[in-house]
Protein backbone atom coordinates (compact mmCIF):
# COMPACT_ATOMS: atom_id res chain seq x y z
CA UNK A 1 0.00 0.00 0.00
CA UNK A 2 1.07 3.75 -0.43
CA UNK A 3 3.07 5.32 2.34
CA UNK A 4 1.04 6.78 5.16
CA UNK A 5 2.29 10.77 4.90
CA UNK A 6 4.91 11.30 7.77
CA UNK A 7 4.23 7.87 9.07
CA UNK A 8 1.50 9.24 11.02
CA UNK A 9 -0.22 6.13 11.92
CA UNK A 10 -2.27 7.93 14.55
CA UNK A 11 -4.19 10.27 11.75
CA UNK A 12 -5.30 6.85 9.93
CA UNK A 13 -8.71 4.83 10.29
CA UNK A 14 -8.82 2.25 13.54
CA UNK A 15 -8.82 -0.63 10.70
CA UNK A 16 -5.37 0.87 9.28
CA UNK A 17 -3.71 0.95 12.54
CA UNK A 18 -4.78 -2.55 13.28
CA UNK A 19 -3.99 -3.91 10.42
CA UNK A 20 0.02 -2.08 10.82
CA UNK A 21 0.45 -2.97 14.25
CA UNK A 22 -0.72 -6.76 13.04
CA UNK A 23 2.00 -6.52 10.43
CA UNK A 24 4.68 -5.36 12.79
CA UNK A 25 3.78 -7.85 15.31
CA UNK A 26 3.83 -10.19 13.07
CA UNK A 27 7.39 -9.66 12.00
CA UNK A 28 8.53 -10.05 15.75
CA UNK A 29 5.99 -12.59 16.61
CA UNK A 30 8.99 -14.82 13.29
CA UNK A 31 11.89 -13.93 15.80
CA UNK A 32 10.02 -15.60 18.58
CA UNK A 33 9.12 -12.81 20.73
CA UNK A 34 5.51 -13.42 21.66
CA UNK A 35 5.50 -11.02 24.40
CA UNK A 36 6.48 -8.13 22.67
CA UNK A 37 4.27 -8.71 19.35
CA UNK A 38 1.30 -8.77 21.62
CA UNK A 39 2.23 -5.89 23.01
CA UNK A 40 2.85 -3.97 19.18
CA UNK A 41 -0.41 -5.48 18.52
CA UNK A 42 -2.50 -3.97 21.42
CA UNK A 43 -0.60 -0.50 21.07
CA UNK A 44 -3.87 0.51 18.64
CA UNK A 45 -6.58 -0.02 20.91
CA UNK A 46 -7.94 2.90 23.07
CA UNK A 47 -7.59 2.87 27.07
CA UNK A 48 -11.14 2.78 27.30
CA UNK A 49 -14.44 2.46 24.66
CA UNK A 50 -17.29 4.65 25.21
CA UNK A 51 -19.62 4.16 28.28
CA UNK A 52 -16.75 1.02 29.26
CA UNK A 53 -14.37 1.12 32.40
CA UNK A 54 -10.61 1.11 31.89
CA UNK A 55 -9.80 -1.90 29.43
CA UNK A 56 -7.21 -3.77 31.72
CA UNK A 57 -6.19 -6.45 29.28
CA UNK A 58 -3.99 -3.42 27.41
CA UNK A 59 -1.02 -4.08 28.63
CA UNK A 60 1.05 -0.60 30.23
CA UNK A 61 3.79 -1.06 27.75
CA UNK A 62 1.05 -0.92 24.72
CA UNK A 63 -0.61 2.44 26.07
CA UNK A 64 2.99 3.78 26.86
CA UNK A 65 3.23 2.99 22.92
CA UNK A 66 0.17 4.41 22.05
CA UNK A 67 0.78 7.64 23.81
CA UNK A 68 4.24 8.07 22.54
CA UNK A 69 3.31 7.70 18.72
CA UNK A 70 0.58 9.69 18.89
CA UNK A 71 2.66 12.75 20.13
CA UNK A 72 4.91 12.08 17.71
CA UNK A 73 1.97 12.28 14.83
CA UNK A 74 0.80 14.90 16.48
CA UNK A 75 4.01 17.23 16.90
CA UNK A 76 5.11 15.78 13.21
CA UNK A 77 9.10 15.71 14.76
CA UNK A 78 8.74 19.48 15.60
CA UNK A 79 11.53 21.10 18.59
CA UNK A 80 9.14 23.96 17.94
CA UNK A 81 7.56 24.74 21.29
CA UNK A 82 4.02 25.52 19.85
CA UNK A 83 3.99 22.36 17.96
CA UNK A 84 4.92 20.40 20.78
CA UNK A 85 2.44 22.09 23.16
CA UNK A 86 -0.39 21.07 20.39
CA UNK A 87 0.45 17.56 20.27
CA UNK A 88 0.02 17.75 24.21
CA UNK A 89 -3.19 19.40 23.86
CA UNK A 90 -4.45 16.43 21.22
CA UNK A 91 -3.11 13.52 23.46
CA UNK A 92 -5.34 15.44 26.74
CA UNK A 93 -8.17 15.80 24.34
CA UNK A 94 -8.06 11.89 24.44
CA UNK A 95 -7.91 11.50 27.59
CA UNK A 96 -11.44 10.22 28.32
CA UNK A 97 -11.03 6.87 25.60
CA UNK A 98 -8.15 7.05 23.59
CA UNK A 99 -4.88 7.33 25.99
CA UNK A 100 -4.06 6.54 29.42
CA UNK A 101 -4.20 10.20 31.63
CA UNK A 102 -1.09 8.43 33.82
CA UNK A 103 1.06 7.74 30.53
CA UNK A 104 -0.13 11.83 29.23
CA UNK A 105 1.19 12.85 32.10
CA UNK A 106 4.06 11.94 32.16
CA UNK A 107 5.18 12.43 28.87
CA UNK A 108 3.78 16.25 29.35
CA UNK A 109 6.07 16.51 32.23
CA UNK A 110 8.77 14.87 30.04
CA UNK A 111 8.31 17.16 27.21
CA UNK A 112 7.68 20.61 29.28
CA UNK A 113 10.70 20.37 31.41
CA UNK A 114 12.63 19.92 27.65
CA UNK A 115 10.93 22.31 27.19
CA UNK A 116 12.43 24.78 29.69
CA UNK A 117 15.90 23.32 29.13
CA UNK A 118 15.68 24.03 25.46
CA UNK A 119 15.15 28.07 26.74
Known amino acids: ????????TTLVARDEQRRIA???AEVIRQSGMDRV???VEQQTEPFRRPG???D??????SRIIRVANA???FAGGSM???QRLYALDRLREGMSEEYDPR???IVSRVVQRTMMVDV
Open 103 to 105: VVE
Open 22 to 24: AYG
Open 52 to 54: QPI
Open 71 to 73: YDD
Open 37 to 39: AHI
Open 56 to 61: ANIPVA
Open 1 to 8: TDPISGGA
Open 80 to 82: ESM
